[in-house]
């Protein structure tokens, strides 16, 4: 690289969490990368803890606020006073590798049309020698970002580099969503001609989460976000009861896939597995119910 180091801005929306962000901040005020040439913007979305003091204590940190409601907005409000040409993305509850940014902006100046480079995430375990079914749930079918930028083209933003011309082009993120929308940017970027680009040597490690309450929490949200970007409250009934029946029939191949999944150690981790698969699938399946039932109860009351 260069003597003259590109300035760049990293977002981190924020709710509560206060004691892993510091952990975050202060990985990231000890960084590779020159620190005249970065900031951190910690946008605090309606914490009930006390985040302005917890940012006050790393230098290269900046505290805003966004009163509305949803990640994607706060991170939009970090658009609105970043600096960087630059752009970086990562969430209060990672820990990012001390050269995260140094490899982030390597790889933008050697990729200059690229549109998003999504990094590598490495899952954390409460135990490490032993991870239980949720965690290894988890870390085997979520958060793949080379899965999600070569089939669904998209980053997820707990590990995503980019530009200010990007955002520029293709607009900020949908504010509509609280879940879902760093995908739905990511498709618009692509939708865009832009390339998108998996970085192994840009790491962040991310806590699995650890219970079946978790994961269900988690993807209830995903599942919400699918929901209206797909349109399904739009479908006829019927053609959304035919989907979620053929949803929740357990395929063959997908429990095979975890009888045979390598990172799967002894019978019982594999059990609980599967018992997790077939129980979230029953919760997307009654979570989109409910809001098709929840629009369609709405639509009936403004026609009245």
Not at 53 to 59: E, M, N, P
Not at 148 to 158: D, L, Q, V, W
Request: hydrophobic share 35%.
């Amino acid at each position: 690289m260069s003597n003259i180091r590109p300035f760049v801005s990293i977002i981190i929306p924020v709710y509560n969490d206060r004691d892993r962000l510091e952990k975050c901040l202060d990985i990231l005020e000890n960084q590779t990368y020159p620190k005249a040439s970065y900031e951190v913007i910690v946008i605090d979305n309606n914490s009930t803890d006390d985040i302005k003091s917890a940012v006050a204590k790393f230098l290269q940190a900046t505290y805003t606020f966004e009163g509305v409601v949803g990640s994607y907005s706060a991170r939009n409000k970090g658009l609105s006073i970043a600096k960087g040409e630059i752009l970086g993305f990562t969430d209060s509850d990672c820990a990012p590798a001390s050269n995260w940014i140094e490899k982030g902006v390597e790889q933008i100046l050697k990729n200059p049309d690229c549109g998003l480079i999504a990094g590598h995430i490495e899952f954390s375990f409460k135990d490490p020698e032993r991870p239980n079914p949720a965690e290894l749930y988890d870390s085997l079918y979520f958060l793949q970002q080379e899965t999600y930028i070569k089939e669904r083209h998209f980053g997820a933003t707990a590990n995503v580099f980019t530009t200010r011309k990007i955002f520029d082009i293709v607009g900020p993120f949908n504010t509509a969503l609280k879940s879902g929308g760093d995908r739905n940017w990511g498709e618009r970027v692509y939708a865009a001609g832009f390339q998108q680009i998996y970085a192994t040597d840009i790491v962040i490690a991310h806590p699995a989460r650890s219970s079946f309450q978790e994961l269900n929490k988690k993807l209830r949200r995903v599942y919400t976000g699918g929901f209206y970007i797909n349109k399904k409250s739009e479908k006829p009934i019927l053609d959304l009861l035919q989907e979620v029946i053929y949803d929740i029939k357990p395929p063959a191949r997908f429990l095979f896939r975890f009888l045979k999944e390598q990172g799967i150690n002894g019978k019982k981790d594999r059990i609980g597995v599967i018992f997790i698969y077939m129980f979230l699938k029953f919760s997307k399946a009654t979570t989109e119910l409910k809001l098709y039932w929840k629009e369609h109860n709405k639509a009936k009351l403004s026609i009245e």
